[in-house]
């Protein structure tokens, strides 16, 4: 997929999915997961043991989904996660070698970022996204319409503490899409390998974000 046409479903959906986990097993059960609940976007933590194995085979065998690599640190993990299949990276922080590194490979860059002053960095460094976190620390949807104010240029990605309650509030504040990871992505579940909890919160997340949007254009 093309870089635009990444960046565009991104906007779309409006949720990635951040995939942590014990082992490269539930890692994949929770991608299958979320897709089953109409979440077609994930992104698999740098975190996960055998996390690159896991992109690549997903890669393969569910062509269907949008494949992110998360906590993407610098170029040479940003490397090893395009060579993998990677088609978007996701770092905590900024590191402009990393973004630089992603624009070399034509890849959706999603910059990490907390403070106005990174924000503002990520996004001339090139990012194509910029993701605030962790941003319940800071006042979550509250501080992404604060960011919105100086910043109305930039798509900004709440991630970190992003919840069912404030999912829709995340969206009439102005961002772009929602980054979920332990709220979707239910430990319980996947150690007993319960894809039902999770493919319902995925759809209830997709709903939320669908009528978040709804009452902003009427």
Same mark, same amino acid.
């Given at each position: 997929?093309? !870089? !635009?046409?990444?960046?565009?479903?991104? =906007?779309?959906?409006?949720?990635?999915?951040?995939?942590?986990?014990?082992?490269?097993?539930?890692?994949?059960?929770?991608?299958?997961?979320?897709?089953?609940?109409?979440?077609?976007?994930?992104?698999? #933590?740098? +975190?996960?043991?055998?996390?690159?194995?896991?992109?690549?085979?997903?890669? !393969? @065998?569910?062509?269907?989904?949008?494949?992110?690599?998360? #906590?993407?640190?610098?170029?040479?993990?940003?490397?090893?996660?395009?060579?993998?299949?990677?088609?978007?990276?996701?770092? *905590?922080?900024?590191?402009?070698?990393?973004?630089? @590194?992603?624009?070399?490979?034509?890849?959706?860059? %999603?910059?990490?970022?907390? @403070?106005? +002053?990174?924000?503002?960095?990520?996004?001339?460094?090139? =990012?194509?996204?910029? !993701?605030?976190? *962790?941003?319940?620390?800071?006042?979550? *949807?509250?501080?992404?319409?604060?960011?919105?104010?100086?910043?109305?240029?930039?798509?900004? %990605?709440?991630?970190?503490?992003? +919840?069912?309650?404030?999912?829709?509030?995340?969206?009439? =504040?102005?961002? @772009?899409?929602?980054?979920?990871?332990?709220?979707? %992505?239910?430990?319980?579940?996947?150690?007993?390998?319960?894809?039902?909890? %999770?493919?319902?919160?995925?759809?209830?997340?997709?709903?939320?974000?669908?009528?978040?949007?709804?009452?902003? #254009? +009427?």
């Amino acid at each position: 997929m093309k !870089k !635009k046409s990444v960046r565009e479903q991104i =906007a779309s959906i409006g949720i990635i999915a951040v995939i942590r986990a014990s082992s490269s097993e539930e890692a994949r059960f929770a991608a299958e997961a979320v897709w089953s609940g109409g979440i077609p976007i994930v992104e698999i #933590t740098m +975190t996960v043991p055998g996390a690159l194995q896991v992109i690549s085979g997903l890669a !393969k @065998t569910m062509p269907q989904l949008l494949l992110g690599a998360g #906590t993407v640190l610098n170029k040479k993990m940003a490397r090893q996660c395009a060579d993998a299949g990677a088609q978007f990276l996701v770092s *905590p922080g900024f590191d402009a070698d990393m973004v630089a @590194t992603a624009k070399k490979f034509k890849l959706v860059v %999603i910059a990490g970022a907390l @403070t106005p +002053t990174e924000v503002l960095a990520a996004w001339d460094a090139g =990012a194509d996204l910029v !993701k605030v976190f *962790p941003c319940c620390n800071l006042g979550g *949807p509250a501080y992404i319409k604060a960011l919105r104010g100086p910043f109305p240029q930039v798509p900004l %990605i709440p991630t970190g503490g992003v +919840t069912i309650e404030t999912a829709a509030d995340y969206i009439r =504040a102005g961002a @772009t899409a929602l980054g979920v990871g332990s709220e979707l %992505i239910l430990k319980d579940a996947l150690k007993a390998r319960k894809s039902e909890p %999770i493919s319902d919160l995925a759809r209830r997340f997709v709903a939320l974000v669908n009528e978040a949007r709804k009452q902003l #254009t +009427t």
